[in-house]
């Protein structure tokens, strides 16, 4: 079993910053890519940024030269540094990992997992 837990999330003034971590725990035989998803209210989730096993990145444009998507795989950690932030960055953020974790038949399969998120409230 494997389990996602975020940390980082809270109540930041319209301009700050915020760094969010998502930890992995469990049995992962491979990192293929993470991705960090935000849902605020009554809207729904949105993909805000993804990474690759090789390193490759890929960021929602609402969020591009502001967040900034790093891993430390040996901590299977993922984070999300974000600068600059706006009142309609205002979501609950959500962790999303891709493992090859899963061990059936002598083969490994890849599972999908998600965190339940920390909520970060961009507010003056």
């Known amino acids: 079993q494997v389990h996602l837990v975020e940390s980082g999330g809270g109540l930041v003034q319209p301009g700050g910053s915020l760094k969010l971590s998502c930890v992995a725990s469990g049995n992962i035989h491979k990192i293929n890519a993470w991705a960090w998803y935000r849902q605020a209210p009554g809207k729904e989730r949105e993909l805000v940024a993804s990474?690759?096993?090789?390193?490759?990145?890929n960021y929602a444009d609402s969020i591009k030269g502001r967040f900034t998507i790093s891993t430390d795989d040996a901590r299977n950690t993922v984070y999300l540094q974000m600068y600059s932030l706006k009142l309609e960055d205002t979501a609950v953020y959500l962790c999303n990992a891709l493992f090859t974790s899963y061990y059936s038949g002598g083969d490994w399969y890849d599972m999908d997992y998600w965190g339940k998120g920390t909520r970060v409230t961009v507010s003056s």
């Open positions: 990474i690759t096993s090789a390193g490759t990145t």
